[in-house]
């Protein structure tokens, strides 16, 4: 098992792999990586709006209002 996860993190291709059930295995993994980069993304993306864009821009009305 623990080879198994060295392979998976040091190939590069399904191809190289000689045992279809790896291969099966590692596109499921790489699908799962995929979806958490994408989501810790898209919470990167919305903290800097909600903690630093959003207020720049509220401070920046206040200004122009007074």
């Keep these: 098992m623990i080879i198994e996860v060295v392979i998976l993190?040091?190939?590069?291709s399904p191809s190289d792999?000689?045992?279809?059930?790896?291969t099966e295995f590692y596109w499921y993994w790489r699908s799962a990586?995929?979806?958490v980069t994408y989501i810790l993304s898209f919470l990167i993306i919305e903290t800097l709006?909600?903690?630093i864009i959003i207020p720049i821009l509220y401070f920046r009305h206040i200004k122009n209002i007074k």
Aim: proline share 6%; no cysteine; hydrophobic share 45%.
């Design 17 to 22: 792999f000689i045992n279809p059930e790896l």
């Design 49 to 51: 709006l909600l903690f």
């Design 33 to 35: 990586r995929d979806q």
């Design 9 to 12: 993190f040091t190939r590069t």
